[in-house]
C-alpha cells in the first residue's frame, strides 16, 4: 500500500502548492488545478485506507502510522465541505500542506515496529473503531474551528487599526469565518459527545469501568466543556465575535494536548 | 507595416486642451472617413474620452512620414483652437511604442486612476465605431484584440483593479468584507450630502435591500429616496432605526456627535450583537470616536477612509510595474503576429507565381496530350500544381524562418530572385 500512499502524497503535495499559490496569486487556475489534485488525492486516499483494511484485516486506525493518515484523510474531507459550503478557499493554503505533511509522516513511519496498540486490536470489538473515527473528525472540525477563528481576529484587528495588510483582501469576509466557525465547532461537539460516549460504552464492556483517571480521558472532558462554553456563548447571542474566536483557538490548543500530549503522559489510551 | 499614434491626454494637456478635440460617436465615424484613404493612411482609430483623444493608424513603412503629416494636418483640422495651440500637446509614437502605449491605454495603466475600469470599455467602443467605418483592418483587428487580451491578463494576473480608490466605493468594498453579501442588509443616511448619495448608489448597486434616509430637511431626503427607492424617516427617530441599519453612513453640517457611544451600544444589544459598520465623513466629526472601541463596530472616520485608500494607491502602483513587464512581454509577441502578418502578401504572390507558370505550361502543351476525360484533365492539372508546391514548400519555410529572424537581406534576396514587389 506504500506505493498508493505515495501516489496520494504527490497529489496532496500538488493541490497545497497550487493552494498556496493560488492564495498569494489570486489565479482561478491554480485554484482549479488545487481541487482537482485534491480530489483525485482523496480517492487514492480512500482507496488506500480500504485496502488497508481489507489486507491488514483490522480497521485502519490503531498503529501510528494509520492514525495519521485517517487523520489527513478527515482533515481533507471537512476541508472539501467547508470548500463547498462556503467557497472559503483560503483554508486549503494551510490545510492542504498540514495535510501533506501527516501523509509523509504516515509513509516515514511505516511498518516500523508495531506499538503498543495490539492490544487495542485484539479486544477491540466494533465500538472501538467507531469510538477513534469520531474522535478524529472531530479533531478536523476543531482544527476548522482554530483557522476560522484565527482568519476572524486577524481581519477583526485590522479592520479595528483600519490598516489593512496584503492577506487582509484574501480572507473570507467576517461574517463568513464567523459562520464556519460557530458551525463547525457544533459539528465538532456532536462528534466529540458521541465518540467519548461510545468509547466508554466499549470500556465498560471490556473491563467494566468508565472512566481510567487517564491523562487524555481529562483532557478529553476539559476540551469538551470548553467547547460546550463556546457553543453555550455563541448561541447566546446573534453574534459573537473576537471572544469566542479567542475560545476557538485556545480549544485547539487542547485538543493538541488530548491528542499529542497526553500520548508523552502515558495512560490507558495506547494511540494518538 | 507600421502603426502610428498620434495622441493628446490628461498628462500632456489641460481640459482647456482637451475639450477643443474631442469627438462626438458620429465625429468620430466622420473623421474616420476622411482621415483613413487607404493610400497613405490604410487603416485608423480613435479613442476619445474625456482624458484623451488618441489615433490610432496603420501605414507602410515608406508612408510612416506622409501618415505623420496626415494625421496631424486632421487633428489640426479638427480642433477648434488654432493649430499652434494643439501642437506642443501632442506625442506621437511609431510601431513599439506606438503598440505599447495602447497596451497601456487599454490595460487602465495610463489612466488618471491607474486600474479604473472604463477605459477598457471605451477602447471597446472606439473599436466598433472603426469597424462600422469599415477603417479597420488586418492589422489594427489584431493590436486591438492583442490590447484586450493584455488588459484581461493585467485585471487577472495583477491586483491593480483591485482595493477601492474612492471613499464612495470604500463603503462597499469594506461592507462586502464585514457582511460577505450586502443582500439583505439596511443602509442608514444620516444626512444627504452628495458623497452620501454617492455611496448609497454604489450600496445599492451592490445589493444592499432596503436604504433609510434621515435628512433635516424632508424634502431633500424625499427626493433621494425616491431615486434610491429608499425609505425617509425623521430625524429625531435616529435612535429608533439605528438598531435596524447595518451600514451607517453620516455625512451632516452638524456641529457635534450625533450618534454618540450611549446610542451605539444600546442599537448593538437591540441587534443582539450583529455587526454594525458605521462610516462617518462629516467634518466636523458626527459619530463620537469612542463608538469605534465597541466590540462588533466598526467605525471609519474621513481620515480612515482617505488613509486606507493612500496605502490602496500606492499597492495599485506597485501592481502597475508588475503589469508593464506583462505589457513588454506582449509587445515581443505581437510583432511576431505583426511579422507574419506582413509576410502572407509576399507567400501569397510567390505561390500564385509558381501556380501561375504551371498553369500556363500545362495550356501551352495541352494540344499534345489529346482528347483527355474531365477527370484526367483535372488529375493532370493537379499533378503539375502539386508538384510546383513540394517544390516550393521549403522554399516557403525557409522564407518564414528569415522573417522570423528579421533578417532583411535575406528577405530581400527572396524578392529579388523572383522579382516580387512587396
Not at chain 2, 12 to 20: I, K, N
Not at chain 2, 190 to 213: K, Q, T
Request: charged share 20%.
Amino acid at each position: 500500500m506504500r506505493s498508493l500512499l505515495l501516489a496520494v502524497l504527490a497529489a496532496y503535495v500538488v493541490s497545497a502548492i497550487h493552494a498556496v499559490l493560488a492564495f498569494l496569486n489570486k489565479r482561478r487556475a491554480l485554484q482549479r488545478v488545487s481541487e482537482w489534485a485534491m480530489g483525485i488525492g482523496f480517492v487514492m486516499h480512500t482507496a488506500a485506507l480500504i485496502a488497508d483494511w481489507a489486507i491488514d484485516g483490522h480497521y485502519p486506525l490503531f498503529y501510528r502510522r494509520e492514525t495519521l493518515s485517517f487523520l489527513a484523510w478527515t482533515l481533507v474531507a471537512s476541508y472539501a465541505l467547508v470548500l463547498y459550503r462556503y467557497r472559503a478557499r483560503p483554508l486549503g493554503a494551510v490545510t492542504l500542506p498540514l495535510v501533506s505533511l501527516l501523509v509523509f509522516l504516515a509513509i516515514i513511519i511505516g511498518a516500523a515496529a508495531p506499538d503498543q496498540a495490539e492490544a487495542s486490536i485484539r479486544s477491540a470489538t466494533w465500538l472501538f473503531p467507531v469510538h477513534t473515527t469520531l474522535l478524529l473528525f472531530a479533531y478536523a472540525a476543531f482544527f476548522v474551528v482554530f483557522l476560522a477563528s484565527i482568519m476572524y481576529l486577524l481581519q477583526e484587528r485590522e479592520l479595528k487599526l483600519k490598516t489593512f495588510s496584503a492577506i487582509f483582501h484574501r480572507l473570507p469576509s467576517l461574517t463568513t469565518v464567523n459562520e464556519i466557525a460557530t458551525s463547525s465547532a457544533a459539528i465538532g461537539l456532536t462528534l466529540l459527545t458521541v465518540g467519548i460516549a461510545t468509547g466508554m460504552v466499549w470500556a465498560s464492556s471490556r473491563d467494566g469501568r468508565v472512566w481510567h483517571n487517564d491523562p487524555k480521558e481529562i483532557f478529553a472532558v476539559l476540551t469538551w466543556l470548553l467547547y460546550l462554553l463556546l457553543i453555550l456563548y455563541r448561541s447566546s447571542s446573534s453574534w459573537r465575535g473576537r471572544k469566542a474566536a479567542w475560545i476557538g483557538v485556545a480549544g485547539f490548543a487542547l485538543v493538541l494536548i488530548t491528542f499529542f500530549g497526553a500520548r508523552l503522559m502515558g495512560g490507558y489510551h495506547v494511540f494518538g | 507595416m507600421s502603426i502610428v499614434l498620434i495622441g493628446i491626454n490628461h498628462k500632456s494637456a489641460p481640459v482647456e486642451v482637451r475639450e477643443q478635440l474631442a469627438f462626438s460617436d458620429e465625429a468620430c465615424t466622420a473623421g474616420l472617413r476622411t482621415l483613413v484613404d487607404g493610400e497613405i493612411v490604410k487603416e485608423g482609430l480613435i479613442v476619445s474620452t474625456c482624458n484623451r483623444v488618441e489615433v490610432l493608424t496603420a501605414t507602410t513603412q515608406e508612408r510612416l512620414n506622409e501618415t505623420f503629416e496626415r494625421v496631424n494636418q486632421f487633428l489640426e483640422q479638427t480642433d477648434k483652437l488654432t493649430a499652434s495651440a494643439i501642437q506642443p500637446h501632442l506625442y506621437q509614437h511609431t510601431d513599439d511604442a506606438a503598440i505599447r502605449h495602447i497596451f497601456r491605454v487599454t490595460s487602465s495603466l495610463d489612466s488618471m486612476v491607474v486600474g479604473e475600469p472604463q477605459v477598457l470599455g471605451q477602447v471597446r467602443r472606439a473599436y466598433s465605431i472603426a469597424l462600422e467605418a469599415g477603417t479597420a483592418g488586418r492589422v489594427l483587428n489584431r493590436l486591438v484584440h492583442h490590447a484586450f487580451r493584455v488588459a484581461k491578463r493585467v485585471r487577472t494576473e495583477t491586483g491593480i483593479g483591485a482595493n477601492a480608490v474612492s471613499i464612495s466605493y470604500m463603503a462597499v468594498e469594506l461592507g462586502k468584507k464585514i457582511f460577505n453579501s450586502l443582500a439583505g442588509h439596511t443602509a442608514l443616511l444620516v444626512g444627504a450630502g452628495e458623497m452620501a448619495e454617492l455611496s448609497a448608489r454604489h450600496l445599492v448597486n451592490a445589493g444592499v435591500s432596503r436604504v433609510l434616509l434621515a435628512n433635516r430637511t424632508a424634502d431633500r431626503a424625499a427626493q433621494l429616496a425616491a431615486e434610491l427607492g429608499g425609505e425617509t424617516v425623521k430625524f429625531e427617530a435616529l435612535p429608533q432605526y439605528l438598531p435596524e441599519a447595518d451600514i451607517i453612513i453620516c455625512s451632516t453640517a452638524a456641529d457635534g456627535y450625533l450618534i454618540t457611544e450611549q446610542m451605539a451600544r444600546d442599537s448593538l444589544s437591540k441587534r443582539r450583537n450583529r455587526p454594525a459598520f458605521f462610516i462617518d465623513i462629516s467634518v466636523p466629526r458626527n459619530i463620537d470616536p469612542a463608538v469605534g472601541k465597541i466590540p462588533n463596530v466598526f467605525l471609519f472616520d474621513i481620515d480612515d477612509l482617505e488613509s486606507v485608500i493612500s496605502s490602496n494607491i500606492r499597492e495599485r502602483e506597485r501592481e502597475a510595474e508588475r503589469a508593464e513587464l506583462i505589457v513588454e512581454s506582449e509587445i515581443m509577441q505581437f510583432q511576431q503576429t505583426l511579422r507574419v502578418l506582413d509576410i502572407g502578401p509576399t507567400i501569397g504572390a510567390l505561390r500564385n507565381k509558381l501556380q501561375n507558370v504551371a498553369r500556363s505550361e500545362l495550356l501551352r502543351q495541352r494540344n499534345r496530350l489529346g482528347p483527355l476525360t474531365a477527370e484526367q484533365e483535372a488529375a493532370v492539372e493537379a499533378l503539375l500544381l502539386s508538384t510546383v508546391n513540394k517544390i516550393s514548400h521549403p522554399l516557403l519555410s525557409h522564407m518564414r524562418r528569415s522573417y522570423d529572424a528579421s533578417d532583411a537581406e535575406a528577405i530581400q534576396a527572396w524578392r529579388d530572385i523572383f522579382g516580387l514587389e512587396e
